[in-house]
């Protein structure tokens, strides 16, 4: 599990470096981006997995232990000079009458007036620790944030844990997008980082988007991310794909 958060992290960072809408680098800026890479430490990431699958655990939605680990979350972007806003909501829950509360953890890194949406659940199911969905993602995104803090980017960065991903509703991510308005507009594209720590290959997906009904209608859409990350994991020998090829 060790090498795929870490590769996942170096992609991560790298594209939010780079900007995504901008080619992918060449040249000297090549060895520029292999030495920001010596900042994001495979140890690190793991610390985070098993602080919030070991040391907290499952993370049901609506559970002391889901606070804990938006509680964590928190105080990690703290650490790294970061800005944090909690935001707490009410989850209607299938079979229960009261709602739960829930949380979403929300930081930011100024750039200009657009925006590049970072996001990884932080509730897991009831069974087992959570370890690769979500702990891995979330842990991702921590070490992305900690490796960039210090870094310009070109554009505004926001990282968010997303409470009640795994159930209920409105879910975190739904909640979030509410509460940005008309702000939703400078939102140019977001990069959902989840299970990076589970299975054989590490994928990357875009373009898709549902519509109503059971089952949900499926249409293409915008790719241009997808693909800039997927040039990205090539040029810096990271092994990522995409289905279908």
């Known amino acids: 599990m ?23 680098p060449a040249g000297a800026q090549d060895a520029a ?40 979350i928190a105080e990690a972007l703290e650490s790294y000079g970061y800005a944090v806003e909690v935001q707490e ?15 979403n953890v929300i930081s930011a890194k100024a750039g200009d007036d657009r925006t590049v949406v970072v996001g990884a659940h932080i509730d897991s199911a009831e069974v087992g620790a959570g370890a690769g969905d979500n702990a891995s993602g979330v842990a991702a995104m921590l ?38 308005g008309p702000g939703i507009q400078d939102v140019i594209a977001m990069l959902n980082i989840d299970s990076v720590g589970v299975g054989t290959n590490m994928y990357v997906y875009a373009g898709a988007h549902a519509t109503g009904g059971r089952p949900p209608e499926v249409h293409g859409g915008p790719t241009w991310v997808r693909d800039l990350a997927l040039d990205l994991a090539a040029e810096m020998g990271l092994p990522f794909g995409t289905l279908p090829a």
């Open 2 to 24: 060790r090498q795929k958060p870490l590769a996942a992290t170096t992609l991560l960072a790298l594209l939010l470096l780079v900007g995504p809408v901008t080619a992918p």
């Open 143 to 180: 070490a992305a944030a900690e490796a960039l803090a210090d870094v310009e980017l070109q554009h505004t960065v926001a990282f968010v844990g997303f409470g009640a991903e795994e159930e209920g509703s409105p879910s975190g991510a739904d909640f979030y997008v509410t509460s940005l």
């Open 89 to 103: 909501f009410a989850v209607g829950v299938f079979g229960f009458v009261e709602p739960a509360t829930s949380r």
């Open 33 to 72: 981006l292999l030495d920001f890479t010596t900042r994001i430490d495979a140890e690190a990431v793991m610390r985070h997995v098993r602080a919030l699958a070991v040391d907290i655990g499952a993370r049901p939605l609506g559970t002391e232990a889901e606070a804990r680990a938006a509680a964590y």
